[in-house]
């Protein structure tokens, strides 16, 4: 398998959270019609592959990642019959489906859950994670990853259960075959509907550690669960199980997301002989702004640390696994306004050089909505614009209960929150971006008459135009997907630069991240040759041996 030439190695996959993206009816919440709309543009645009947010029943508390009915549609989005034609639209036009998959928990609106609460006896009683303990006091001291405790109280049995995300979010017992007989069946159901693979949450998480012992509390209120169910003792055996049971038997891509994943766990989840998944997502370089409240920060990164870590990961997978590379996504802030710079004056020219910077390395790229536009974070004056659960639980747990100053929490909101990637995509200057006709469910972002779509498709120098001709580079040169990466001056503070080899081919990549005028030496092995450029975010100058990098510029040339 070492190397072997796969479709989704080759393709590009463009992120949508159907909540945000384009409502068709005018109620204010994007929809599947909505997507089916702009089918031409993602088309356009190059891509071909889709990841679908989830678009399954659910009472929202998380945005869908809390489901209460696997194999159907949230009202919001439309009807099953909308998903089959989107399907098969998205098909004509050579674009594949991935959906989520988010089984380390349901809803607690889900039928299983509601069974397993009504009494210990239940023969659902086993599908969630249920324990005793002493009155008034948890079974453990785990804190929720969207704050609080991460026990809930269930009065009737005077038992607790386990929700690692909000309290309708109870886990499910992946010890519990049944539960993988369920949650098998339910994916094959999706596969034989012709979707083209998953996209798996928190996959990382579905198997804890017997004891559910108390964890280290760092000094704060609550223990840190991560030990005892990252990568917990069966995750390997219950993947393997997936893999043999379901995913062997389709051509299909799958991507896990591996929160807490180093190289050596990649590998037994995505290595090519491992017989789990075809690839995860890392989240070193999201982790590289989180301070002393952990995500809620707001930290600058360091290109050297940046560096350091997709050096490890280009390196550390190399002919054993294939890596998923992005700048964003729905948990996360917009790209350019945390890698780059979105400010007037850089922000195109800085949004394309991340895009270059990531696109040229070795993986399979990931657009998250609204990317290819240079869209920017938000900056909601109130807590009440807000969305997203864990923005605003946070805020009441470190405002209202820590005593920390609201200004300083709404300052970290502005940098990390999630709703700033989840504000509605800006499709034109008309009103609310021309998301909606209604009230759309969460605010635009002010910003929209200047950065929308329809502004940018028709303009060649646009952001736009850019990330498409970058899609469509990698179409043409195999060297883009294939090639072997090494590292340029490690020690620059602020260009990354790498060679990709392949056969005989060179590629070089020079991206300035700093807003001043930077110094590049052409390595020596590449001195005085002859090469042509492929990409630039700036017009083209003459290719000298030491290159000065006006900001934010990127190159790309081929020798
Ligand atoms: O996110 C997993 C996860 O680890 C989150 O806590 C993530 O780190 C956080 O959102 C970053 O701010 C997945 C989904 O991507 C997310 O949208 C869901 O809320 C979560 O699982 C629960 O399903
Ligand atoms: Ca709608």
């Known amino acids: 398998m070492n190397q072997e030439k796969v479709w989704w190695k080759e393709s590009v996959v463009y992120q949508i959270y159907p909540r945000s993206f384009k409502d068709s009816n005018g109620d204010g919440i994007g929809d599947l019609r909505g997507i089916i709309e702009k089918l031409d543009y993602l088309k356009d645009l190059g891509v071909t592959m889709v990841w679908l947010s989830p678009i399954y029943k659910s009472p929202n508390e998380d945005n869908g990642y809390d489901i209460s009915d696997y194999q159907d549609i949230m009202d919001d989005f439309g009807t099953m019959h909308d998903f ?3 399907l098969s639209e998205a098909h004509k036009r050579g674009i594949k489906i991935i959906m989520d998959l988010v089984v380390n928990h349901t809803s607690d609106e889900h039928k299983w859950f509601i069974e ?6 239940n023969p659902y009683r086993e599908y969630y994670i249920w324990r005793k303990s002493k009155a008034g006091v948890e079974p453990n001291n785990w804190g929720s990853w969207f704050g609080g405790k991460a026990w809930e109280y269930d009065n009737a049995s005077d038992m607790y259960y386990l929700h690692i995300f909000a309290k309708k979010q109870p886990d499910l017992n992946w010890d519990n075959p049944k539960v993988r007989d369920e949650v098998f069946s339910m994916m094959t159901w999706w596969l034989d509907k012709g979707i083209d693979g998953f996209r798996m949450d928190v996959i990382s998480l579905i198997s804890k550690v017997k004891e559910l012992p108390d964890g280290d509390t760092h000094g704060g209120l609550y223990g840190d669960l991560a030990p005892y169910c990252i990568h917990g003792p069966n995750v390997h055996d219950y993947l393997k199980e997936m893999n043999e049971r379901v995913l062997s038997k389709y051509d299909i891509m799958t991507v896990g ?18 017989g789990e998944l075809d690839t995860v997502f890392q989240f070193e370089h999201m982790d590289l702004t989180n301070g002393e409240h952990g995500k809620w920060s707001n930290k600058r990164f360091s290109l050297l640390e940046l560096k350091k870590v997709f050096d490890k990961w280009q390196k550390g997978l190399k002919g054993e696994a294939w890596n998923c590379l992005f700048w964003s996504n729905h948990d996360q802030p917009r790209a350019v306004s945390r890698f780059g710079d979105d400010s007037h004056q850089y922000r195109e020219v800085s949004a394309k050089m991340l895009g270059t910077c990531l696109h040229m390395l070795q993986g399979t790229p990931y657009v998250y909505q609204g990317e290819e536009l240079g869209m920017t974070n938000v900056r909601f004056k109130s807590i009440d614009n807000y969305r997203d659960i864990e923005t605003i639980n946070t805020y009441n747990e470190n405002v209202n209960n820590r005593g920390l100053q609201p200004e300083i929490m709404m300052d970290y909101i502005y940098h990390v929150s999630r709703d700033n990637a989840r504000t509605p995509m800006q499709w034109d200057d008309t009103e609310n971006a021309g998301f909606t006709t209604g009230t759309p469910w969460i605010k635009v972002n002010d910003n929209y008459k200047k950065i929308n779509a329809k502004a940018q498709v028709n303009d060649e120098n646009s952001v736009y135009n850019y990330y498409k001709k970058l899609i469509s580079l990698r179409k043409e040169h195999e060297i883009i997907i294939y090639g072997d990466y090494e590292l340029l001056s490690p020690e620059d503070e602020n260009i990354y630069a790498y060679i990709r080899s392949f056969n005989n081919d060179k590629l070089l990549i020079i991206c300035n991240f700093s807003k001043y005028i930077m110094n590049f030496e052409i390595p020596k092995e590449l001195k005085g040759k002859e090469a042509k450029m ?20 990127a190159r790309v040339y081929k020798y």
């Open 116 to 121: 397993s609460k009504k009494s210990i006896d």
């Open 257 to 274: 997301e591996a929160t807490g994943v180093t190289i050596e766990e990649a590998k037994k989840y995505a290595g090519y002989d491992s």
């Open 84 to 86: 089959d034609e989107l």
């Open 534 to 553: 492929l990409i630039s975010n700036y017009p083209e100058e003459k290719l000298a041996d030491n290159i000065s990098l006006r900001p934010y510029e």
